[in-house]
């Protein structure tokens, strides 16, 4: 990296964050990109296909993390979290530069040294008894991990919540992974690494979280092994899934599928105890009461390609969705729901009010309001598209850089329409989901704007500096 | 009879819908029945069975294609209405009057069930060329035409004009079958693939280059359904694709024929027709074939004739309710027939006479001023009897 | 290449993706046994780090100086491999791959057929890889400068962002003002401040600009060069005394915003034969003026009909206009405000109120006493001074009829009816709703298939102003690549002629859809400027003389893969 040039630093890996530091990269500056989790990639990764052209996520999305990864302006910086972030001095009229702390958190296996070759993971003790966030808890792995396969950079990682070494202080007689390891990289004497960096400019790409869905408990999730979200159906339907792609619940194909749009989204009955928290408190923790008032943005078309792709597997299930609206709006979009309809998924509309038990069924009740009247709808599948919500960290995040939330949560940009990627602190830019929902092309769009605020920053001090 | 949905969900691609009401919305028979054709869409969507004959609304539909124009999904919502009455029709659940209409067609080849060869008594003796010998007009009279008193006068008039210009025409005379396009909606699909077989093969042998409807059912069907114009028929008529070239003819209504014998200067006018005329676009003619202007340039070639719009023109002409089979059947809906709407329409924009260019326009409307008693106000002519007197 | 080659083949398994299908140890062993092929095998996800490191390694260890990777497409990891190679000194255009995914395991099924094939396919490939040659990897130089193409919001926030940044750009408008479409409204959606002080200070901005050079009524005419290296002529055709100029620059931004649906083509809603009929874009004239009168009355009865001109077949356009619902849920409630007693309704098919903020907007209009009523409006017709529409409420079950003052319809967006000809002008391809097709609809939104040219705003589809803005700075990013690095990299896999067999009979200059051949005017042969060549091979196949040589597509290569298949 020419670190005679101001650096740029991104906070999140995900489709956002790479975008954006590709862009800055490619013009020539330093980057750091810092991501929480072992691996780059954030929730994209996570998707089977995307919509509507129905590329698979993962084929679109490596190519872009490999990029990242070999970039030669580029230091990706994984399993890492940013500290500290002092705002630049001011002085002669020229604004320095952030100086940020980033702390590395200890792998516990030495990068240099690791092939990624598993063999850790293949004889780790627990091997088979930890739930995988990255399968959203529906595959097991073992304490020492990567979170997928095509992980940037294929390094494994020991969890140390899990590991019994670290929690308990003994693994049996032997470490069962280091005698595994052909490469002897793992070092559990590693300790944390705190960096000092210095940046010109900051983008934040720190994406969403998803509402949790026992939040609305009318809908039995948690109760009935039946009933899913959006983001357990991508798990189970990718190839490199933890069912290798089949559907199939309860160790059975799904006759009977139906999708439940809106769980959490455009909901405004906690208003009063909402406003009753108080605004600041409110903020981001609206989601904690079940309920978002804002549209989620994307669950009317990840739906419509869950239920192509259910009729695409299951060529004799019947899939229904339930909606409110059908907000197809983007290139392509409308045509793809009308395929999806000519591919016999039915949409009735009606949000339904609940989902109980009958026989070895589930029956979705709603009314269907074209009918005007109640329906049941038997099912062995239930998907939920639970609501977009801001990181439950969205407090902490605002601490270290100062920055604003607006009334739904996520960060507030300097004004809605003509400044969306800058935040109301100068040099710091957001990117991505951390300021709103948004599908795949919106956000790159989102990122790549950040990164051309950013650049313009960083040329900027790159002219004052020479 | 409870007919299973899926099969013709599937065959009509019904899962299009998206239930967004302009079908019903624009349905001209939908306020005073209880037909409801997004409704009935929908319940072949959400049900897997329908009992079509809880549906005897579904004779209240005059096809006049409203919904098929302007559904934004083209779902074609009418042919769900096509394809249930074609249920009704194979189980014989079907009004009295529609069952003998459709066996005079069988039978006589026209719905009146008269005898064949009384077909063309209309032309009062004239000699009209059979066509058989080779011409370069083919003339379809069509059955109301030919058969019913009131409206023979407009064959009469064609051929009289069709003389004036010096055109070859000629007509099948008894050999003319009905067309088949009301058989087709009212779902005798099996009647009218045995109609579209067998004059299509008369009609292509005649070789003649342009066939020339009086009725713009006819028109409709020859047009879009037979496969006489060089193309596949587009509406599932029997056929599938036949290339043009060999037997490709031009299918016109007489409107457009006539439209430009006036603009070659092949018809002269000689005679002033002082009146206040307004047109109504028949939904076969103007609604589904977007034929607008080639009638309304025949009516102001006349001299003297003045022509005003009805508010309501154009594609949003109120169906007389002649279609769909309605001129045989009542249906379930006793209520006023919409040909009386509009021709209280007709009369306010003062005209004296109210033309038209279809012979069910022509009963319909008539009978409707004349119940109404608006006799003295408003008289219903076909194009071709305003042109016969300037002529 | 003097030396032997010595070929590294490597049969990908990508999971399940290919190893479902094919026995990729079979043609593993099978490659092994080619000519020329040093080491053969197979691995779980070559793309991955320790796969790439498989083949980093093998190049040091075994001396390889030739790549096959038998997995998936090459356009996922083409440049993926070839960087691998690269890093370790062998050169990028010596990798080659064989797509044993897409062209294999994803479109068959019979497990022994598909492996035969893949064998089929690798042979073919090392066939090729032997006879590979190292190219030359080339950089351009970059004029630095943009010019962006539209005044309006788009072009205008792109323009600033690049000038910004520090190099000149040439804003070049077609009308006589900045502004665009926005100019025309009245306030802006969820935050409602009036568009004026929106776009004024923008306006004043680009005027004032040191780097921006702002050309009024002005258009492009004509467009030569390459990424980087553009010759860009404009040219004022409408003024007096037409002019034109040529600007060099290095990157071109394209903002021409869109056409308004013309409400004429649904003549069923009256529009233009009733004046009570308006369009969304009226309207805001209207609330610009604040006034509301239908021929002298103020009307008690309004209504708003979404979806004219989209999403609707009938017309032609399919697509979603992603505009209307969120600003005819700001015009019904701004007309509630001006016209409190009056009764606001809105028809709709679906509410399409995504954005931030936007949901919360759409509740307070239903608020403030806009009835949303579910039913796509069928006609409209008259009724004295007033009209009827005419459509059925879905909720409802039934048909209604409302009579109403004023009617406005929620008209649509389309691409412009003018943009063939830049279309053209720029070889800028257009996706099926007629706007601009950009390169990747989900990660790249604003590239084309033409380096250098970037995408901003509606052109390339219907957007708001907020997402109009950020797509216009990510076209700014996209843009300012090439200018602030100084070069760009120049395709290596060019053709090349050769001067002894050409003839000069120039038909490589006639065929060439992006006149990169010459004919040199002192030697009388063909050179071929490598810059703007893209590889196509037409000419290559055209030429009588076989002078033309396509790199990395030679006739041996292809001829020896041929070979390879018919074995």
């Known amino acids: 990296m020419d670190l005679s040039k101001p650096a740029a630093l991104i906070i999140g890996g995900g489709i956002a964050g790479i975008q954006a530091a590709l862009d800055i990269a490619d013009a020539g500056f330093p980057v750091y990109l810092v991501e929480r989790e072992p691996s780059v990639g954030g929730r994209m990764a996570q998707l089977d296909k995307t919509f509507p052209t129905l590329d698979c996520s993962a084929c679109i999305l490596t190519p872009k993390m490999v990029d990242v990864g070999r970039h030669p302006n580029i230091e990706l910086m994984t399993y890492s979290e940013v500290v500290s972030v002092a705002p630049p001095p001011e002085g002669n009229g020229k604004r320095g530069m952030f100086r940020v702390q980033v702390r590395k958190a200890p792998r516990y296996v030495d990068v240099n040294k690791c092939t990624g070759c598993g063999s850790c993971a293949a004889a780790c003790r627990m091997k088979g008894r930890v739930l995988s966030k990255f399968d959203e808890g529906i595959a097991k792995r073992s304490a020492i991990y990567v979170p997928f396969p095509q992980a940037v950079p294929l390094k494994y990682t020991v969890d140390p919540t899990v590991c019994l070494f670290l929690t308990r202080g003994t693994c049996g007689k032997t470490f069962l992974c280091k005698d595994a390891c052909p490469a002897g990289a793992i070092d559990f004497e590693q300790q944390e690494e705190i960096v000092d960096l210095e940046v010109g400019a900051i983008v934040v790409a720190t994406g969403f979280d998803l509402l949790d869905p026992r939040l609305k408990p009318e809908f039995g999730y948690g109760v009935y092994p039946e009933v899913m979200t959006g983001i357990e159906f991508e798990r189970l339907s990718s190839a490199s899934g933890p069912t290798m792609g089949k559907v199939v619940v309860n160790g059975k194909e799904p006759k009977d599928v139906v999708f439940i749009k809106c769980v959490g989204s455009r909901e405004r009955q906690r208003r009063r105890e909402q406003a009753a928290l108080g605004e600041q408190a409110a903020l981001g923790e609206q989601a904690a009461l079940g309920g978002v008032p804002y549209c989620s943005r994307v669950c009317c078309m990840y739906?419509?390609?869950?239920?192509?792709?259910?009729?695409?597997?299951?060529?004799?299930?019947?899939?229904?969705?339930?909606?409110?609206?059908?907000?197809?709006?983007?290139?392509?979009?409308?045509?793809?729901?009308?395929?999806?309809?000519?591919?016999?998924?039915?949409?009735r509309r009606g949000e339904p009010s609940e989902v109980y038990r009958r026989g070895d069924k589930l029956v979705v009740q709603a009314e269907d309001t074209m009918l005007g009247k109640p329906v049941e709808v038997e099912a062995d599948l239930v998907v939920l598209a639970t609501a977009i919500t801001p990181r439950t960290d969205m407090p902490q995040v605002s601490a270290l850089l100062g920055l604003e939330r607006s009334p739904d949560g996520f960060f507030q940009e300097a004004h809605p329409k003509l400044r969306p990627v800058d935040s109301l602190v100068d040099g710091v830019f957001l990117a991505g989901c951390c300021q709103g929902p948004k599908d795949i092309p919106d956000t790159v769009a989102h990122a790549k704007a950040a990164a051309s605020s950013a650049l313009r920053v960083l040329v900027q001090q790159t002219r004052e500096n020479s | 009879m409870a007919l299973k949905t899926e099969p013709m969900v599937e065959q009509l691609e019904l899962m299009g819908c998206i239930q967004c009401g302009k079908c019903t919305g624009g349905c001209p028979v939908a306020r005073k029945t209880t037909l409801n054709i997004r409704s009935l869409i929908y319940n072949m969507l959400v049900e897997p069975e329908l009992d079509v004959n809880a549906h005897p609304e579904l004779w209240d539909c005059t096809c006049c294609f409203t919904c098929v124009e302007r559904c934004p999904k083209d779902v074609r919502p009418a042919e769900l209405v096509i394809g249930l009455r074609g249920q009704l029709v194979e189980s014989g659940h079907i009004p009295d009057t529609i069952g003998a209409a459709l066996t005079g067609i069988f039978r006589q080849g026209n719905p009146t069930g008269i005898a064949r060869e009384d077909r063309m008594g209309w032309a009062n003796g004239t000699q009209?060329?059979?066509?058989?010998?080779?011409?370069?007009?083919?003339?379809h009279v069509c059955c109301t035409p030919a058969y019913d008193p009131r409206v023979q006068v407009v064959p009469r008039a064609l051929v009289k004009a069709f003389t004036a210009a010096g055109l070859d025409f000629g007509t099948l005379g008894t050999d003319e079958s009905c067309c088949g396009n009301e058989v087709r909606r009212m779902g005798e699909s099996g009647l009218f693939e045995m109609l579209v077989e067998e004059n299509g093969e008369l009609i292509r042998s005649v070789g003649a280059g342009r066939l020339v409807t009086v009725s713009p059912h006819c028109f409709n069907t020859f047009k879009n359904e037979y496969s006489l114009s060089g193309g596949a028929g587009e509406q599932g008529s029997g056929r599938a694709g036949e290339q043009g070239g060999r037997g490709a003819m031009e299918v016109l209504h007489y409107t457009q024929l006539m439209a430009e014998l006036v603009e070659q200067g092949r018809l002269k006018f000689s005679n002033e027709v002082k009146k206040t005329v307004t047109y109504h676009d028949p939904c076969f003619l103007g609604k589904q074939n977007h034929i607008f202007d080639e009638p309304r340039a025949v009516l102001k070639a006349i001299p003297g004739l003045k022509l005003v719009e009805m508010d309501r023109n154009r594609e949003r002409s109120l169906c007389c309710e002649g279609g769909g089979g309605r001129m045989w059947a009542e249906g379930t809906n006793l209520q006023e027939r919409l040909a009386f709407q509009r021709v209280r329409e007709a009369a306010e924009t003062g005209a004296e006479v109210l033309a038209v260019a279809c012979p069910f326009c022509l009963l319909t409307l008539e009978d409707a001023v004349k119940v109404q008693g608006l006799d003295e106000k408003l008289r219903?002519?076909?194009?071709?009897?305003?042109?016969d007197l300037a002529l | 290449m003097e030396a032997q080659p010595r070929i590294g083949v490597y049969i990908c398994h990508c999971g399940v993706n290919i190893a479902a299908t094919v026995d990729v140890e079979q043609v593993a062993e099978f490659a092994a046994a080619l000519p020329g092929v040093v080491v053969a095998r197979n691995y779980l996800y070559m793309c991955s780090d320790p796969g790439q490191g498989l083949i980093q390694q093998d190049i040091e260890e075994h001396g390889l100086n030739r790549v096959v990777v038998a997995s998936c497409s090459p356009r996922m990891h083409e440049p993926t491999f070839r960087g691998a190679a690269q890093q370790v000194g062998l050169n990028p255009y010596l990798v080659e791959m064989a797509n044993i995914r897409e062209q294999c395991s994803w479109v068959h099924g019979d497990r022994a057929q598909a492996t035969e094939k893949a064998k089929a396919l690798v042979a073919s490939t090392v066939a090729k890889a032997f006879r590979l040659e190292p190219l030359e990897e080339r950089e351009v130089g970059v004029v630095p400068g943009a010019v962006v193409v539209g005044g309006g919001v788009a072009g205008m926030v792109a323009a600033l962002d690049v000038a910004d940044t520090g190099f000149p750009v040439y804003l070049v408008e077609q009308s006589d003002h900045l502004g665009g479409r926005v100019a025309e409204l009245n306030r802006t959606f969820p935050t409602l401040e009036p568009v004026v002080e929106l776009l004024k200070p923008l306006v004043e901005r680009v005027q004032n600009h040191p780097n921006i050079t702002v050309l009024l009524n002005a258009q492009l005419t004509g467009v030569e060069g390459y990424v980087g290296n553009f010759k860009v002529e404009v040219s004022s055709p409408s003024s007096s005394t037409p002019s034109s100029s040529t600007f060099d620059v290095g990157s071109i931004i394209v903002a021409t915003g869109y056409d308004v649906f013309d409400a004429r083509r649904k003549p069923e809603l009256g529009y233009g034969q009733y004046p009570n009929v308006i369009t969304s874009l009226e309207l805001e004239r209207r609330l610009l003026e604040r006034s509301l009168a239908v021929d002298g009355h103020t009307p008690k009865s309004v209504a708003f009909i979404q979806c004219v001109g989209s999403r609707d077949v009938q017309v032609g356009n399919p697509y979603c206009s992603r505009v209307c619902c969120m600003y005819t849920a700001k015009q019904s409630r701004l007309v509630r405000e001006l016209?409190?007693?009056?009764?606001?309704?809105?028809?709709?098919?679906?509410?399409?109120?995504?954005?931030?903020?936007?949901?919360?907007?759409?509740?307070e209009a239903r608020e403030k006493g806009v009835l949303y009523r579910r039913g796509n409006i069928s006609e409209i017709y008259r009724r004295g001074e007033r009209v009827v529409l005419v459509g059925e409420d879905t909720l409802q079950g039934r048909p209604i009829e409302l009579e109403a003052d004023l009617v406005v319809l929620a008209v649509g967006m389309e691409a412009r009816s003018d943009v063939a000809d830049l279309s053209t002008l720029l070889k800028l391809p257009r996706s099926s709703d007629g706007f601009f097709l950009e390169l990747h609809p989900k990660l790249r939104p604003v590239d084309t298939a033409v380096s250098g040219v970037f995408l901003a705003g509606c052109c390339q589809g219907p957007k708001d102003i907020t997402d109009t803005v950020a797509q216009a700075k990510a076209a700014a990013s996209s843009a300012l690549i090439p200018l602030i690095r100084g070069t760009v990299p120049a395709e290596s896999a060019t053709a090349v002629v050769e001067p002894e067999l050409c003839a000069g009979c120039g038909m490589c200059v006639e065929v060439c859809p992006f006149g990169a051949p010459a004919l040199d005017p002192l030697w009388g042969v063909s050179r071929i400027n490598y810059v703007l060549c893209k590889g196509c091979g037409t000419c290559a196949v055209t030429c009588p003389s076989k002078a033309i040589r396509l790199q990395h597509f030679t006739a041996s290569q292809i001829l020896a893969q041929i070979d390879a298949l018919a074995v």
């Not at chain 1, 299951?314 to 229904?320: F, Q, S």
């Not at chain 3, 016209?339 to 509740?363: I, N, Q, S, W």
Request: hydrophobic share 45%; net charge negative; aromatic share 14%.
């Open chain 2, 128 to 139: 009209i060329k059979a066509a058989q010998e080779g011409c370069e007009v083919l003339l």
């Open chain 3, 339 to 363: 016209l409190p007693e009056a009764h606001v309704t809105v028809f709709f098919m679906d509410v399409r109120t995504f954005g931030k903020g936007a949901e919360e907007f759409y509740d």
């Open chain 1, 303 to 347: 739906t419509a390609k869950h239920a192509h792709l259910v009729r695409d597997k299951l060529p004799d299930a019947r899939v229904t969705i339930f909606y409110m609206d059908v907000r197809a709006f983007g290139k392509g979009y409308e045509e793809f729901y009308d395929r999806v309809k000519h591919e016999h998924v039915l949409y």
């Open chain 2, 380 to 387: 219903v002519m076909d194009i071709m009897e305003l042109v």
